[in-house]
């Protein structure tokens, strides 16, 4: 359990973000513009649906339009290719996003390159990539600059502080890296060859962790008063792992006995919380800023758009 002035809020910064993007959806309309993002699922992954649902059900809310292609896991790399280009010259699309993970047969990479940069709301087309690096921004991935939004939010300025970034993929760890470095802390980037974790992660005033390991960090990571944000979403179905996660938590328990799963992170937050001086729950911490700010990245390519077309 997290004390609530330790609580890193991500689900209230998230809800004023939707509020904040409801109010340009709006503003646009009113000049005509709709903005909409079409998001492509290929094949009957069950998590993959549940996050494509929830991008369509948050665009609706917050009244944008939303189109789901959701194409069979026999789906060829060239019939992907063809939606992709087709999307990409619809001028009433403003945001494409393919879910991943792609089946194996078909390349990720290729895939994402062809995506239209300016349409590109996951911020994983090497062009936008390549404009993070260089400090100027256009269409950020949306878990990290989540992030960032609720550290500045919350009043937590990375500037001059030591900041650890716990994993190195593409969509989480690299670009978070690459904002708190331009947000002016001084940056470590871990990964599983990294020799001694927990020296590396106590090191850290702000302490970011996308492992995909559950429970990875422990009290022995984390330097007391650090801010820690757990990237890391499980499903915790064996009722000993709950126990041992959450010792003597009777929400969590009660939850575990009505739905036979609770969710944790890559953080042991019951052993965690006590150190730390600002920390974010699961749920309720990033996983809806990731979703805010695919809304928020959706109306900025329709905003860029309007400004860059003549
Ligand atoms: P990923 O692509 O699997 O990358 C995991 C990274 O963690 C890799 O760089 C890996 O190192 C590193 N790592 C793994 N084990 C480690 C260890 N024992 N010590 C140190 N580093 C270790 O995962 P991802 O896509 O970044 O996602 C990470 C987690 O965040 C997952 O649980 C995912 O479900 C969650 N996630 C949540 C949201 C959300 O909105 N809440 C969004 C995205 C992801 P190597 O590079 O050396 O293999």
Do not use: W
Request: charged residues 25%; proline residues 7%.
């Amino acid at each position: 359990m997290i004390e609530p002035d330790k609580l890193l809020d991500g689900a209230r910064v998230a809800a004023e973000i939707r509020d904040e993007v409801a109010a340009e959806v709006q503003a646009l309309a009113a000049r005509g513009v709709t903005p909409r993002l079409d998001v492509v699922l290929v094949g009957d992954d069950p998590a993959s649906e549940v996050y494509v649902r929830s991008k369509a059900k948050a665009s609706a809310e917050l009244g944008m339009r939303s189109v789901t292609h959701a194409l069979p896991a026999s789906t060829g790399r060239a019939e992907l290719e063809g939606l992709v280009d087709r999307l990409n010259a619809d001028t009433e699309v403003h945001g494409i996003l393919v879910q991943l993970p792609l089946p194996a047969a078909i390349p990720s990479a290729a895939i994402l390159d062809r995506i239209d940069p300016g349409k590109d709301v996951d911020g994983f087309h090497p062009v936008n990539v390549g404009l993070l690096q260089q400090g100027r921004p256009r269409l950020v991935p949306c878990t990290p600059a989540g992030i960032m939004e609720l550290l500045a939010r919350e009043g937590i300025d990375p500037k001059g502080r030591r900041a650890v970034v716990v994993g190195r993929s593409d969509i989480v760890g690299k670009p978070m890296a690459m904002l708190l470095l331009h947000a002016h802390a001084t940056v470590t980037l871990c990964h599983s060859r990294t020799a001694d974790l927990a020296a590396a992660t106590r090191s850290a005033e702000i302490l970011i962790v996308a492992a995909g390991r559950r429970g990875l960090i422990g009290a022995e990571h984390v330097a007391p008063g650090a801010v820690v944000v757990d990237v890391g979403m499980h499903r915790v179905t064996d009722r000993a792992v709950v126990e041992k996660l959450f010792p003597g938590d009777p929400k969590k328990m009660a939850a575990f006995e009505k739905r036979g799963a609770v969710l944790c992170g890559d953080v042991d937050t019951t052993r965690v919380a006590p150190i730390a001086g600002r920390i974010t729950p699961v749920p309720g911490g990033v996983g809806p800023l990731t979703i805010a700010m695919l809304m928020a990245n959706t109306v900025r390519a329709a905003t860029l758009r309007r400004e860059e077309t003549p």
